[in-house]
Structure formats: C-alpha cells, structure tokens
C-alpha cells in the first residue's frame, strides 16, 4: 500500500524481494496503525520520501534467511523496531539509539509494515531491530503493540517516578491505556485518568485506573490532592493530541512535579499557554522521541511474561487493502486500536 503523496495511498505489485547473503525476509503478519501514520497519509512529513508504504508498529515471522544469519531461525515469530541507527555515535554507544542523528526510520526513511514482505538489510541485523518473540500465546495482533508501548516505557523512564507516586494520564485512547500498564507493571500505586469521554472513563477504570475524572469537575485540583494522599500531582502524561492537556497539565502539577511530553501537539495559532507556571511551580518538563532497541526488548519482555496484556485495546482489524478504511478508524478514534492484519 504506497503513498504516492499526501492524501493518495494506492495498492501496487511488488517483485518478491531477493534475500542475499547477511540479509533476511520477514512476512509482515500484523501492522498497528499509528495517529502519525494517519498524519503522514493525510498531510505528509519533513522526513517523509515520496512513494512511501508506512507503518512502523511491525509484528511478523522470518521466512527466508540468507548465509551468515545466525540465531534467527525462518519460521520465528518476531516484532521489528523501527529505527536503524549508526552504531558508532555516542548516543548509539551510549543505548540512545532512538537519539542518534543518522537513524533511520522504517515508515519515513525506508518502507514500513503497511506491504507483505519487509527485507532486513546487514546495517539492520547489527542494530538489532528484529526481536525475537519466546512466548508462542502471543498473537501476531498483541506483538504489533511493541513499538508503542516502547514509546511508554521511554517516557516513563524519562520521568523516574517512584512507585509512591501519583502519575495523572490525560486521555484514555490506545496510548493512554498503554502508559497505564507500564505504570502499573513499575508498580506505580497511584495513576489517575482525565479524559471528556465517558465510555472511555468507564473503560480505563475497569482496565486499572486508580480513579478517573472528566476534567471539567470544579474543585478538580481538591480531588485530586485527595487521591495523591494529600501531596498533590506528581508527573502528568498528556494522550491527546490537542494543545489544552498540555496546558492542563501544568495547571494540576505540584510544585516541583514533572511533565512529560512524548507526541507531538497539533497546532493551533489561537491557543496561549501560561509558560511561567514552569517557572513559578519549579516544573520539570522532559521529552521523549520514539524508543529505543532496549525500550523495544523491555516491552517485548513485559508482553511476553504477560505481565502487560493488551488483549482488551484490539478493537478493529483491517485487510491491507482497506488501510484506507482503518485509518478512518483513527482519524474518528473509534475503538482503541486498528490493526492491519496479513495472512
Ligand atoms: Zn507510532
Ligand atoms: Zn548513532
């Protein structure tokens, strides 16, 4: 499924990929679709090449394998992540390779998860960006969650909270819901939702959430000093794409509390944000960008020991010719999740 140029996405035949020696051909099974895989269909990317098939949240199985591959049998289920980076530079050296200035990313630099076979180049192979899935329960749906959830236990890193915490998520969407987990699996007592959506309300209360507000409560801040056992807001994740949850999140942050900002904002001209609260309140404000390979294999180990079930956040699955559809899915959020599925 290639992107010609924003807003046309057409289906096209491929030649099957050679697989040559150090290289190895993985069959996508399942492709998670992303808000920016809807944001790059619709209205392209600074990194983006045109024609492009995207899609960066990859679960599949080997199924050819060229000489000197070692340990990666064919016929092995396995996520991919989705950045090849240098190796060489500091940020690389240092496990940062989601940092590192030559990265390249599957999706915007190179072709993604939205095609049937994906080949795995030598520079790939040595970056490690093919894990290997040990559990056989995992479906191919549930390993397409990796990426994202890696994206989560990167910004939660970001953060340090300890587990006496309270941790507010502002929107209870596919990357709400998934931060909850990686707070819960840190064993993050206190994690509290604001979200407008009442189902969604319902739904990230009975999924774990300590408790849950709608943001419009009028003595919000009493509450939830309340639940934070009287000290207040310790860090704040905005899931949403809408600049307010920024602001929001700096209005219920304790003095000396942490923000942590790991997708982008949509733009919108006419929104002013109160900056000096950071100043007045001794905000932390930390940033986070994508994940890296050791972001990726903790998630896959968390996915694996079951100790994160994504199960309940499948909601829609997609043929790869009705990607048009799915992402129609996204752009409305309907359900919590759409997945393109391959046989
Ligand atoms: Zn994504
Ligand atoms: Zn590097």
Redesign the pocket.
Known sequence: MVLERPGELVIRDQDMPVCGDGEMLVKVRACNI?R?DLKCATMGQRDLVYPRVLG??IAGEIIARGKNVNGYPVGQRVSIHPGISCGVCDYCKSGQDNLCDQIKIMGFNFDGGFQEVIKIDKQAIKSKIVNLIRNDDLAYEEISFI??LA?CVNIQDRLQLNRKAALVIIGGGRLGLLNLFVAKAEGIQNVILIEANEERRNRGKALGFDAVFSGDEPDLLDQLKQCSNGHGVDGVIPCCPGPEAFDLALEILRKQGTLGYFSGLSRNEDFQLDINRIHYKEITVVGSYGCSVKHSQKAKTLLESRKIDVRPLISHRVKLEELERGMDYIRNSDGYSTIVVMK
Do not use: R
Request: charged share 30%.
């Open positions: 992303c920016t960066h949240e990426e994202p994206c």
